[in-house]
C-alpha cells in the first residue's frame, strides 16, 4: 500500500510526519510505503489547500492508495471546511484522501514525546497559537539539535517510539487521524 502526506511544507514537518504515519499503520498491523509529497513542493496552507493544487497532487501521483493532508490549525477552527473540501474534491475525483489538522501545529506532536522538559502545562501548550515559536524552538535549542535534521525535529521524534499511546492521548487528532484509516482499511 501507498500512502503519500500532503503537508502545508514538506522542508521541516516531513521529520514529524512520516515517523508518525508510519507508526500509525504499524499500529494497525498493515504495511505501507509512506511518502511525504515534495512534487510539487508546498510552502504554505494556503497551497496545501489551494483547489487547485490538490488537483494536480491527484493527478500526478494517482498510483497511491492513500493521500493524507496533514496542515497546521494556526489557531483557524474554520481551516476544517476548507480541509473537508479537500477531502471531498479527491472522493470526487475517486481517491481516498483523510484530511487532519495539528493542534496548533505538528511541532506540538514532537513536544508531547518530551512534555516533562518544555516546561510549562501541557495545555498551555496545546491553546498556545504559535507552539513552534514559544516552545519547539527554545525546546530543541535547549537540547542542542537545531543543527540536526530538520531542525530538531528528527531527533525529537526518536522518542515516538516509546510513547505513541501517550502521544496519542495527548494530542486527540491523531487517535482520531488512526481511527479514519482503520475505519478506510476495514471498507476496502
Not at 65 to 73: A, G, Y
Request: glycine share 6%; aromatic share 6%; proline share 4%.
Amino acid at each position: 500500500m501507498k500512502v503519500l502526506v500532503i503537508p502545508e511544507d514538506p522542508t521541516l514537518d516531513q521529520h514529524i510526519l512520516k515517523p508518525v504515519v508510519q507508526r500509525i499503520f504499524r499500529d494497525l498491523n498493515r504495511k505501507a510505503r509512506v511518502y511525504v509529497l515534495q512534487d510539487p513542493r508546498l510552502g504554505s496552507v494556503s497551497e496545501a489547500l489551494d483547489k487547485g493544487k490538490i488537483g494536480e497532487i491527484l493527478e500526478r501521483h494517482r498510483m497511491m492508495d492513500l493521500f493524507l493532508l496533514i496542515v497546521d490549525r494556526d489557531g483557524v477552527r474554520e481551516r476544517q471546511d476548507r480541509v473537508d473540501a479537500r477531502v471531498a474534491q479527491a472522493d470526487e475525483a475517486g481517491k481516498t484522501m483523510l484530511g487532519c489538522m495539528a493542534v496548533e501545529e505538528v511541532e506540538v506532536w514532537a513536544l508531547a514525546l518530551h512534555r516533562s522538559e518544555v516546561g510549562g502545562s501541557w495545555d498551555d501548550v496545546r491553546n498556545e497559537v504559535h507552539p513552534k515559536e514559544i516552545y519547539f524552538d527554545p525546546f530543541v535549542k535547549r537540547n542542542k539539535w537545531l543543527e540536526g535534521l530538520g531542525r530538531g525535529r528528527a531527533q525529537a521524534m526518536r522518542s515516538l517510539a516509546g510513547n505513541w499511546k501517550t502521544l496519542k492521548s495527548l494530542c486527540p487528532e491523531l487517535q482520531h487521524l488512526e481511527d479514519e484509516i482503520a475505519q478506510w482499511l476495514a471498507d476496502r
